[in-house]
């Protein structure tokens, strides 16, 4: 069993960057890919980014790339998400979830075992 819990959501002006960070519970985090995920109001679930049980690979979705960066700390049971230069269309709830992997692959899809509550990320143009 995992518990996640994000934080580090806000209100940020356009262009600005804030840092999401997804604190996870268990001995074994280094098992399970993260990704993040985000959801605007009246869309579905959509995914943002993910990082390898290893951090060794990572992916990004097409509309995020070279703005956000997700990394990993397993000493501290810890994930993130650093985006910059946002933009409105970034206005969403922020969501990490974790997936339980054998090998150091980066699941892009919805597939997740374990999800967080949400943090509510808000750009104002």
């Known amino acids: 069993q995992v518990q996640l819990v994000e934080s580090g959501g806000g209100l940020v002006q356009a262009g600005g960057s804030l840092r999401l960070s997804c604190a996870a519970s268990?001995?074994?985090?280094?098992?399970?890919?993260m990704g993040w995920f985000r959801q605007a109001p009246g869309k579905e679930r959509e995914f943002v980014a993910a990082i390898s049980r290893s951090g060794g690979d990572a992916r990004y979705a097409d509309s995020v790339k070279g703005r956000f960066t997700v990394s990993r700390d397993n000493a501290k049971n810890a994930a993130y998400l650093q985006m910059n230069s946002l933009k409105s269309e970034d206005t969403a709830v922020y969501y990490c979830?974790?997936?339980?992997?054998?090998?150091?692959?980066?699941?892009?899809?919805?597939?997740?075992?374990?999800w967080g509550q949400g943090t509510q990320v808000t750009v104002s143009s």
């Open positions: 979830a974790a997936r339980f992997e054998w090998r150091d692959y980066v699941p892009v899809t919805l597939e997740y075992n374990y």
């Open positions: 268990g001995r074994t985090f280094s098992s399970y890919a």
